[in-house]
């Protein structure tokens, strides 16, 4: 006759989860023990039946609670050893972990704490702009020649004028909106991708980084630009920078500059420090009042100038690399020599 305290006695054996099963088959499955006594306690007089009945069914209720215990222990312990292999030992030493940024990320960066600390706010604003932004906000008719320059690629959708939309191809393309955003007097810096319709060769490729700089106040002149300048180069090229202007023509600036730079060398060959050749390093000048006043700023007022960076640039002069494709072509071997 199947007793309680013998079939717990039983369970109590039980090490792992296939025994578990079988247990379960013998006592409490349909063709198991528990059942069978149910079938006999039939044939038993009323008295007796009912007494087996609620005796039975005292069993098979703790049978099954101490059944579904042990089952859930087992569950656990799974869980358990599961966890105990799947676990990350986040107090490793970093440094044993794979991969790093590239050169570029970290010069984006590096650019990016030295405008901050030089109080510029700083935004990456959108890839995809308007051609208002692009072109007109800054003082670049749709039919200029200048916008030739700027091929770039077309987006199916369109702004709110009907215009289709397009990839930036400058970052200048974000001062109309940190004007309105910010407000005047105002300092701010535009890291971030930009892209054009180019035929690639060492200094030109389709994506580039590039990084917009943006300065309006009252009686700003061409004396406080030339000052910011060569302190903000000197920090992101990592060497004490000369800054010379040379005059040129973009449509966003009147004056407009490009800014050449040179710093002192060591030559192997003499043994001596001398300086370097001029290097263009980037464009500039002072706002152009029909950018001012497509942003709602009054140019009488105010004024300011602006500069735009290739960081492919910046990096390649850090670093004295010939050819910027190398930054985004995925070459393992340039990739590892700077991580
Ligand atoms: N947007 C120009 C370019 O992509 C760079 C530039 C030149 C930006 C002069 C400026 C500037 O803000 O004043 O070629």
Not at 38 to 44: A, G, Q, R
Not at 54 to 70: C, D, G, P, R, V
Not at 133 to 153: C, G, Q, R
Not at 299 to 314: C, E, H, M
């Amino acid at each position: 006759m199947l007793e309680l305290k013998h079939a717990l006695w039983e369970l109590e054996k039980v090490v792992d989860i296939v025994q578990l099963d079988n247990f379960f088959q013998i006592y409490l499955g349909k063709k198991g023990l528990l059942n069978e006594e149910f079938k006999v306690m039939i044939d038993l007089a009323p008295e007796a039946k009912k007494e087996r009945g609620a005796q039975l069914s005292e069993i098979k209720t703790k049978l099954t609670e101490a059944y579904e215990a042990k089952q859930q222990h087992f569950k656990m312990g799974q869980i358990n050893e599961q966890l105990e292999k799947d676990l990350v030992d986040i107090s490793l030493d970093a440094t044993t972990q794979h991969g790093s940024y590239s050169i570029l990320a970290e010069v984006r960066r590096d650019a990016e704490e030295i405008c901050k600390s030089m109080g510029f706010v700083m935004e990456y604003g959108t890839e995809v702009v308007t051609k208002f932004e692009n072109f007109e906000s800054v003082n670049i008719p749709l039919t200029h020649p200048a916008t030739e320059m700027h091929d770039t690629i077309y987006l199916n959708d369109k702004d709110p004028r009907g215009e289709n939309l397009i990839l930036r191809t400058h970052t200048s393309s974000m001062q109309n909106y940190l004007i309105k955003k910010y407000g005047l007097p105002l300092k701010a810096v535009v890291p971030g991708r930009t892209y054009r319709f180019e035929n690639m060769d060492a200094s030109h490729d389709t994506m580039f980084y590039q990084m917009e700089g943006i300065v309006i106040d009252k009686d700003i002149s061409v004396a406080h630009f030339k000052e910011m300048i060569t302190k903000l180069l000197s920090a992101l090229l990592h060497k004490n920078v000369e800054t010379r202007m040379r005059p040129w023509y973009f449509p966003f600036v009147e004056p407009g500059f490009e800014i050449d730079v040179r710093y002192e060398v060591y030559n192997k060959e003499t043994g001596k420090k001398e300086l370097s050749n001029w290097m263009e390093i980037l464009g500039a000048g002072m706002i152009h009042p029909n950018v001012l006043k497509e942003a709602g700023v009054d140019a009488t007022q105010w004024s300011g100038f602006a500069f735009g960076v290739g960081i492919s640039r910046l990096a390649a002069v850090r670093y004295g690399i010939k050819d910027i494709r190398y930054f985004t072509n995925g070459d393992l071997r340039f990739a590892k020599s700077f991580a």
